[in-house]
């Protein structure tokens, strides 16, 4: 079973050709974050190994987790990287791991 089904309705494989042709692996360790809520979204990146979460803090300043993405899936808040905008999650890694990450220009020109 697939967790991400939706991840299988968009082609991801040449981004992630993209991030290990073109990208440096980089190591990342439990609770490191890739992304977080309110910030700018910069970066995305292809996972080699470890699991990422991703979470909200609701109006109430409770963390919930909105999900996750495990190796060989793509990382990073879409709907903000394209935008170039301030992103509605956190992504932080829930286990050790290295993912690929290429500039940022390689992926989505401004």
Do not use: W
């Not at 993209?18 to 980089?26: F, N, S």
């Not at 993405?69 to 791991?97: E, M, R």
């Amino acid at each position: 079973m697939n967790f991400n089904e939706h991840m299988n309705e968009v082609d991801f494989s040449e981004i992630r050709k993209l991030c290990l042709e073109k990208g440096k692996p980089v190591e990342i360790k439990k609770r490191d974050y890739f992304v977080r809520q309110g910030e700018l979204s910069k970066y995305a990146g292809s996972i080699e190994s470890g699991i990422f979460r991703y979470t909200r803090i609701g109006s109430e300043g409770d963390e919930y987790i909105v999900g996750y993405s495990f190796q060989n899936d793509f990382v990073c808040d879409y709907t903000a990287l394209i935008k170039n905008s301030h992103s509605c999650i956190s992504g932080s890694a829930d286990k050790s791991g290295c993912f690929h990450i290429p500039n940022k220009i390689f992926i989505f020109a401004s």
